[in-house]
């Protein structure tokens, strides 16, 4: 028994390990009696391709552990690969660079002077460690208000000369790396707002914020469904290929963008408060409420998290595929509400965890490996997609077990214990026909 | 409840003698009808995830009597009845009907039978009209598919003049007021031609006119032939009405006996069955200083129909280590004064808030919690805890946010926060990783209340604290209140529960539909003085004019 909930809980696990065994079983061999699937070239090829559905659907969980949906994941990474390849391959103001430097500015001083008001009250609560549990510590405006505001200052300055002195010229790959993931900040930030304050339904306002953003994206490339071509060395900084390149020859690029996020907010889950409040506020958000939580600003912060992922996840597309579109994204905010659910995280909110969005978007992605060296119709492709979904998902929510449990006292008639799940007709003994009902008619 | 200890007995209303209801319009003559048996449910036992709810219960009907069931709050008449009307189709025993043994897989079961059910909590929707929810699911059709409204609302129309009320089929809901919406909830029991009504506690939300008309419909309906089984927390009120009782008390039957064979004082013994629990704390502690003060408390809220005033001017003023009880009906703005003072109120608030003197704005639950102040809701299950969570997490939620720093949680101080509210408050469980929602309803309040205690509050707002608890842990929880004072915090106490209400106050601030009705001192308390200010319309009640 106790060996069934072990087994129960790493089901997930055993799932990956599962496909895994399949891909290598069934996979081809190279002409020099090479496993393919289990070639190194192509697991990396697996990482590297799923990592950009992988940084959004991070972003994802995250939104859903809260009970939320952010269905502008895709346009919003759409957009942010127009910003992206228009920053690296045209210089002066463009409608990119009028957006990215203010963003990027304003950006960098509220980061700033959230990060130094955290870092002082984190000190202040260090010192003043008896002051109780209830007592907040408040700040004097010194450093609640004026030097965080002080520091933000500076560094928005720096940002502004940074980004403004990159304008004349192209912009490199750090530029990019700064300035796109701002912009898309900004627009998750605004579904934060929309949510939080304007009170709309999250699949509302992201679905409002999804439409809205693939034509900000059009507009902004200038033309409709515009490709903006990145030709690095020609058009654009040579540098950029680093994003598609492999770190130190042994992970992709994009992989290690993906796995930091992993690592990152995997460990703000475990290890912080905000963490601890996603959780409660997607278990029970009303008692959540009550606890003295303030929902409100974790809900903005998880949407403003997605969007920023969103934003990375287009400049590594951009990298990836040498070219920036609106619609690069099409589709993909559900390729990621996918992953996160076939990681075992409700769609409710309130529980999951990004170990198991890890494992959904390498689930997802062997599998479509594995039917690709299968030379699978990608048509069929789609349709066993849809079929992981279903099959993963009735596993993970034990809604098998509950229809095993069922079958099972269906079987056996005197079974059942009040615990059961279930409650089963009993039979109606009395003849139903004594207590005859009255026609409608006479029901007066 | 409407009972009170024997020790209490010096306080004897000087109304309502035992033979009080030999005048009551209606019920001469009618005290030597017996009609045959239509229901026998004999040795009922029923337990919830190992409580038992009932055990060994004997139970039987007649045609046309009012039989009421009484017995303190967890005694276990819901059980008794949602069994009897099919809501729980799982328990040992056995239920005869005219003879036959039945056993029904469910309500709509229960219906076909002819038995109906009427909750406490109104099972009607709030949009549709009174003719559509009277058939809701059982709609006539026209030639099978398309809905007969002209037919649905003259059926209705037929069914509200049997009852003899004056409500318009056509009207929705919403529109209607409690009373009248639970006399659609009796047309629609007649629809369905209905042998047994249940009626669970029908006046408790009633004002005295409409409790009156409820009556003579009830009385009428059993002169029809209908068997009814009925509860009510007024004694008076089940004294007038009933043909017969049944009072259990922990599960167990107690009692059956006629009416006329018992006395007021013999129900309330045989509920009670023991004294009530004595007040711990003595003398009421005065002298501490004025932690609360609320002055001319307003509320307004948005409803589907315009602004409605939900407080009208509340004040008072709450000491140190002093309990104040507040009492009043549902819906007359208990909850609401302790959610406004705890912000989280819908709609706009007005008046003056003071913490130890000094004036403050509680916008959200966090301004209260900063402040000290903390709420523990009615609805434990829904809004006070996360039942798929630990013990622990449950516990430290308010608190990990100030035993933080940098954001990273201290999960050492979080256990040890657990710990030591599970041994404070002795809540019975395996360790602080087991879930909350495995523990029973007595625990799983200590919980909420001890997730606040953890946060050092001065003020505790406890809203209906032992709802659907048992006995036993009444008590403990009754014993941690005092203790709590004891200790100098502010308590609030809303309960629904007279003799709770009596015995935990040092001072009963009593609501009426809104308003403040009084404001009375331990001493003067009384049973039939707080009922007199909670009743809306006038200061009576319908068997004041009675007898």
Same mark, same amino acid.
Request: without cysteine; negative net charge.
């Given at each position: 028994m106790k060996a069934l909930r072990a087994l129960s809980r790493t089901k997930l696990y055993w799932g990956l390990l599962i496909i895994c065994l399949i891909g290598a079983l069934a996979s081809p061999h190279s002409s020099s009696g090479n496993n393919i699937f289990l &070639?190194?070239?192509n697991l990396t090829d697996v990482l590297r391709q799923v990592s950009i559905t992988g940084l959004v659907a991070t972003g994802m969980t995250m939104v859903i552990l809260l009970g939320g949906i952010d269905l502008s994941v895709g346009s919003v990474m759409g957009f942010s690969t127009i910003i992206c390849a228009m920053l690296l391959t045209k210089s002066g103001w463009t409608a990119a660079s009028i957006m990215g430097v203010p963003a990027a500015t304003a950006v960098g001083f509220f980061a700033v002077a959230f990060l130094a008001r955290f870092v002082f009250s984190g000190l202040a609560r260090g010192r003043d460690d008896s002051a109780g549990r209830r007592?907040?510590? +408040?700040?004097e405006p010194w450093r609640g208000i004026w030097i965080p505001a002080l520091l933000g200052l500076v560094a928005a300055t720096a940002i502004a000369w940074f980004t403004v002195s990159q304008v004349p010229t192209k912009f490199g790959v750090l530029g990019v790396l700064l300035v796109t993931p701002c912009v898309a900040l900004l627009l998750g930030s605004l579904n934060g707002v929309l949510i939080v304050a304007g009170r709309l339904q999250p699949f509302i306002a992201t679905l409002a914020m999804m439409v809205s953003a693939l034509g900000i994206g059009r507009l902004t490339a200038g033309q409709d469904n515009a490709v903006v071509a990145v030709y690095t060395g020609t058009n654009a900084t040579e540098a950029f290929e680093v994003l598609r390149s492999m770190l130190w020859g042994v992970v992709p690029m994009p992989s290690v963008f993906f796995l930091a996020a992993i690592v990152l907010f995997g460990a703000i889950l475990r290890f912080t408060t905000f963490g601890r409040y996603a959780y409660a506020i997607g278990g029970n958000v009303e008692a959540a409420k009550l606890s003295g939580i303030k929902v +409100?600003?974790?809900?903005?912060? +998880?949407?403003?998290? &997605?969007?920023?992922l969103a934003g990375i996840a287009g400049v590594l597309f951009v990298a990836q595929y040498r070219q920036g579109k609106p619609d690069a994204g099409a589709g993909l905010e559900l390729d990621a509400i996918a992953a996160v659910v076939i990681g075992g995280t409700s769609l409710m909110g309130g529980r999951g965890s990004l170990a198991g969005t890890f494992v959904g978007v390498l689930i997802f992605g062997l599998l479509s490996d594995i039917l690709q060296l299968q030379n699978i119709d990608s048509n069929v492709q789609l349709v066993m997609k849809g079929l992981i979904i279903v099959c993963t998902v009735l596993v993970?929510?034990?809604n098998l077990g509950q229809l095993v449990a069922r079958w099972r006292f269906r079987s056996s008639p005197q079974a059942g214990s009040e615990t059961g799940s279930v409650e089963p007709n009993r039979p109606l003994s009395a003849p139903k026909a004594q207590f005859a009902r009255e026609d409608l008619n006479e029901a007066s | 409840m409407e009972t009170r200890s024997g020790a209490a007995g010096g306080r004897e209303a000087p109304r309502a003698p035992p033979d009080h209801r030999a005048a009551s319009v209606g019920r001469i003559g009618r005290g030597t009808e017996s009609g045959r048996v239509v229901l026998v449910a004999e040795r009922i036992s029923k337990s919830f995830a190992g409580v038992t709810a009932l055990r060994d219960v004997d139970f039987d009907l007649r045609r046309g009597e009012v039989h009421a069931l009484m017995g303190e709050n967890g005694a276990g008449k819901s059980t008794l009845m949602k069994i009897l009307a099919g809501v729980h189709t799982r328990?040992? %025993?056995? /239920?005869?009907?005219? %003879?036959?043994?039945?056993s029904f897989g469910g309500v709509r079961d229960a219906e076909g039978a002819g038995v109906a059910i009427i909750h406490q909590e109104l099972n009607l929707v709030p949009e549709l009209s009174v003719a559509d929810n009277i058939f809701l699911g059982r709609e006539p059709l026209i030639a099978g598919t398309l809905i007969d409204g002209r037919r649905i609302v003259r059926a209705a129309e037929r069914l509200l003049r049997r009852l003899g009320v004056n409500i318009d089929p056509r009207s929705r809901i919403a529109e209607l007021r409690i %009373?009248?919406?639970?006399?659609?909830?009796?047309?629609k029991a007649l629809s369905l031609d209905t042998r047994i009504l249940i009626m669970d506690e029908p006046t408790s939300a009633l004002s005295s006119s409409e409790c009156e008309t409820l009556f003579k419909i009830v009385r009428q309906l059993a002169d029809d032939g209908v068997a009814i089984i009925y509860t009510s927390h007024r004694i008076e009120e089940v004294l007038d009405l009933a043909d017969r009782v049944t009072v259990l008390r922990d599960g167990r039957r107690v009692v059956t006996a006629p009416i006329g064979e018992l006395s007021r004082a013999a129900i309330i013994s045989a509920m009670v069955g023991r004294e009530m629990a004595a007040n711990h704390r003595g003398t009421a502690a005065k002298s501490g200083s004025v932690v609360l003060t609320v002055n001319n408390l307003t509320l307004d809220t948005l409803t589907g129909r315009g602004w409605r005033r939900a407080l009208h001017g509340v004040s008072f003023q709450l000491r140190q280590g002093e309990i104040l009880g507040i009492g009043g009906l549902l819906g007359s703005g208990r909850t609401e004064i302790l959610e406004s003072i705890f912000g989280v109120a819908r709609g706009w608030r007005g008046g003056a808030i003071a913490i130890e003197g000094r004036v403050v704005d509680i916008e959200s639950s966090a301004d209260a919690y900063r402040l000290g102040v903390a709420l523990v809701t009615e609805d434990r299950k829904e809004r006070g805890l996360h039942l798929a969570e630990s013990i622990c997490n449950n516990v430290a939620l308010p608190s990990i946010g100030a035993m933080s720093r940098f954001g990273l949680r201290a999960f050492a101080r979080e256990t040890a926060l657990a710990d030591d509210v599970v041994r404070r408050l002795s809540v019975r469980c395996a360790g602080i990783d087991q879930l909350v929602s495995t523990l029973s309803g007595g625990n799983q309040q200590k919980i909420v209340i001890g997730k606040w205690l953890a946060t050092e509050p001065r003020i505790l707002l406890l809203d209906e604290?032992?709802?659907g608890i048992d006995v036993g842990a009444k008590q403990e929880i009754y014993e941690l209140i005092f203790k709590l004072a004891g200790q100098?915090? %502010? /308590?609030?106490v809303v309960t629904s529960e007279m003799p709770e209400l009596l015995l935990l106050s040092d001072r009963v601030l009593v609501m009426c539909e809104g308003h403040q009705t009084g404001l009375l001192q331990r001493g003067n308390a009384t049973q039939e003085t707080v009922m007199r200010l909670a009743a809306p319309g006038m200061a009576t009640h319908p068997w004041d004019t009675a007898s």
């Open positions: &070639s190194y070239g007592r907040e510590i +408040a700040l +409100a600003q974790v809900q903005f912060t +998880a949407y403003l998290l &997605s969007g920023l993970q929510e034990q | 328990y040992e %025993g056995v /239920i005869q009907m005219e %003879g036959h043994p039945v %009373g009248e919406q639970q006399l659609v909830e009796i047309a604290p032992t709802r100098g915090l %502010g /308590i609030v």
